[in-house]
């Protein structure tokens, strides 16, 4: 997050990983219409009732994105990692100083996600479905929330600050650059491989190809949040990703008439 991967941030982080654990809890619940169209068979064979099963859902990911909060804040902090400008709201501290760069991050999630769609559509399609195009944005645009929050906490504040950590301790403690680049790469490939049940849900055939594209694809706009938290803070990972996902799941069903 600085120019220095030896830097430390001081202070605390547990009212901080709450706020991120709320901001979850919120983001997992706005996923869910979404998902009801992504895979309606599924949700129309459960054994309880749908309330029960989002209120579970969301209840777990807003617990679990507050202690993976806490744990990356605590164990990337003394290398860097945080998240300095929300930091500096919730405890009423000033400002980061360096200069944040909010267009930088929001034109690179454009461009992610922009690829992510030209590429897919060099690949050969089935034919298209009729569907909703404003009610895919909407639901799409709620998506975008859970991507930018929830995804990010667990991917890159949790995973990546875990994995600097666990390399920098085999090395007395101090991270060294590649060892950013290597928890960054390790956690996009994650990140990508997380994404194939709502692929195969949505008919993504279980082919070897389109497992392989899928689970690239997917590390490759990781790769972008990852650089962006090391050296700029999770704030910017997630405009990003929350940019990226708009492209995906609001620009491309309004654009192209592509679920």
């Not at 709450?18 to 895979?39: E, I």
């Not at 744990?71 to 290398?79: D, E, F, I, S």
Request: charged share 10%; with cysteine; glycine share 8%.
């Amino acid at each position: 997050m600085s120019d220095s991967t030896e830097s430390v941030v001081r202070g605390p982080h547990l009212k901080l990983a709450l706020w991120l654990g709320a901001a979850s809890t919120l983001a997992a619940l706005a996923v869910f219409p979404y998902l009801l169209t992504l895979m309606p068979t599924w949700f129309a064979t459960l054994p309880v009732p749908l309330w029960k099963l989002v209120a579970a859902q969301v209840v777990q990911a807003g617990v679990l994105c507050w202690l993976l909060a806490w744990l990356g804040l605590y164990l990337g902090g003394r290398h860097g990692l945080d998240a300095p400008w929300l930091r500096a709201l919730v405890y009423r501290q000033p400002m980061p100083t360096r200069r944040p760069h909010w267009v930088l991050a929001a034109v690179l999630g454009v461009l992610a996600g922009t690829a992510v769609i030209g590429i897919k559509l060099m690949q050969p399609s089935p034919t298209p479905l009729a569907f909703d195009a404003v009610g895919q944005a909407w639901r799409g645009a709620l998506a975008s929330l859970y991507g930018g929050t929830v995804e990010e906490i667990v991917c890159r504040l949790g995973l990546v600050s875990l994995l600097v950590w666990l390399l920098a301790w085999t090395r007395r403690r101090q991270a060294r650059p590649w060892m950013f680049i290597a928890a960054i790469v390790l956690a996009a490939l994650l990140f990508g491989a997380s994404h194939l049940p709502a692929a195969f849900a949505s008919g993504t055939p279980h082919t070897s190809f389109a497992i392989c594209q899928n689970i690239m694809l997917n590390a490759l706009v990781g790769l972008v949040f990852g650089g962006l938290f090391w050296k700029l803070g999770l704030e910017h990972a997630m405009l990003a990703h929350f940019c990226a996902d708009l492209m995906l799941h609001v620009a491309s069903p309004l654009a192209l008439g592509q679920a």
